[in-house]
């Protein structure tokens, strides 16, 4: 591998936070090995129209050694980016690409900067929400890339219709590190009151298209059979959690759920996660999912959605459950879990499956010396 490629990396850093700060910081300290990274991060983010949440900001971490100058509105910073990555005799630019709202500012930058290649790494390439003139918009924008890198299979096929003349890699979302003990667990479930109840975990932002509605129904279904059940959700709601918590009054299920709506920091997280015996993520429609790849880090079985790229990262009945996104379906593979007790075999077929997800592999798939 050749060293010392001059790289440029374009999307949001600390103190934003989300799956695509945290993603860029991974991947920027996997580069970084053999590599000359400069950070080009955004000053301004979202326009509040369009952030339901409480804060764009992680005020828990540092703020990234970047340059913060981009913002979507400011035409002025669009320049200044361009101007930066031209006088720096950049080989490659790499574009963080998740929402279409992004999609003329990234065009404009693309466009004009000189460097041997320009790379898009999709993590949506279709966005979760309607947003007008989102195909049009992103079929400007990848003209002027060299290579757009892709992290499930359902991605790639979103990308056919556009007839892209570069080079589409179908990649992998790597697996998040964030180290921590073996009796780690155990000091985790006694801190939140766990002694033997089997607990799962529903875990990030609340969005109507995650399925919280589908796990609570399933709970529903089996509490007769797993009296004893403890349900986890956290995670800031996107969405008014009001039609959750009447489903949960209707079916009487307030003793068997704990909520979490703040922001959880890294140490938190691990409390969480290592508490837990199954994480389920029964969303509706879905291209990957950095919490899948959170569980994974954790050795922690899941149960998943057969819809979009998820099922991609589970070995069905090994490492977990790849199911229709349905309450039947879920509350069928939450059964066949604790009734058979299969935290301990899948937690070590996840310990030999996620090897082939780490960073070094992906850097790997980008294919930057060729």
């Not at 589409?168 to 180290?179: G, N, T, W």
Request: with cysteine; aromatic share 14%; glycine share 4%.
């Amino acid at each position: 591998m050749n060293n010392n490629l001059k790289i440029v990396s374009i999307g949001p850093y600390s103190p934003f936070r989300g799956g695509i700060s945290d993603f860029n910081k991974s991947l920027v300290n996997q580069l970084n090995h053999n590599n000359n990274v400069t950070i080009l991060n955004f000053q301004k983010l979202y326009p509040n129209i369009f952030f339901p949440g409480k804060s764009q900001y992680n005020t828990d971490l540092e703020e990234a050694s970047s340059l913060r100058i981009l913002n979507p509105l400011n035409f002025c910073s669009w320049k200044k980016a361009i101007k930066k990555i031209n006088q720096s005799n950049t080989d490659i630019a790499i574009f963080s690409y998740w929402h279409p709202f992004f999609s003329p500012m990234y065009s404009f930058i693309a466009k004009r900067i000189k460097v041997k290649k320009i790379y898009f790494l999709m993590h949506n390439a279709k966005s979760h929400q309607f947003f007008p003139f989102q195909d049009f918009l992103m079929k400007k924008m990848i003209k002027h890339a060299t290579h757009l890198v892709v992290m499930n299979k359902n991605e790639m096929r979103a990308l056919k219709k556009f007839n892209f003349e570069g080079k589409i890699i179908d990649s992998f979302h790597p697996i998040y590190k964030i180290d921590y003990n073996n009796d780690d667990r155990n000091r985790f479930k006694s801190e939140f009151g766990i002694k033997s109840e089997p607990t799962i975990l529903f875990f990030g932002l609340i969005r109507p298209y995650k399925g919280l509605d589908i796990l609570i129904n399933a709970v529903n279904k089996i509490k007769f059979r797993i009296p004893n059940i403890k349900v986890h959700i956290v995670g800031e709601p996107y969405t008014n959690m009001s039609n959750y918590i009447s489903l949960i009054q209707k079916y009487d299920l307030k003793s068997f759920f704990k909520i979490d709506t703040n922001f959880v920091n890294e140490a938190k997280l691990k409390k969480y996660f290592l508490s837990s015996d199954l994480i389920v993520l029964p969303y509706k429609k879905a291209t990957q999912s950095g919490i899948l790849s959170l569980s994974m880090n954790f050795n922690l079985p899941s149960i998943v959605s057969s819809k979009g790229g998820l099922k991609d990262y589970v070995i069905n009945n090994k490492t977990g459950f790849i199911v229709n996104p349905n309450q039947d379906d879920v509350s069928s593979a939450i059964l066949t879990f604790f009734e058979n007790k299969l935290y301990d075999q899948m937690s070590l077929e996840i310990a030999r499956h996620k090897k082939n997800f780490s960073w070094e592999k992906f850097e790997e798939t980008l294919e930057l010396n060729e």
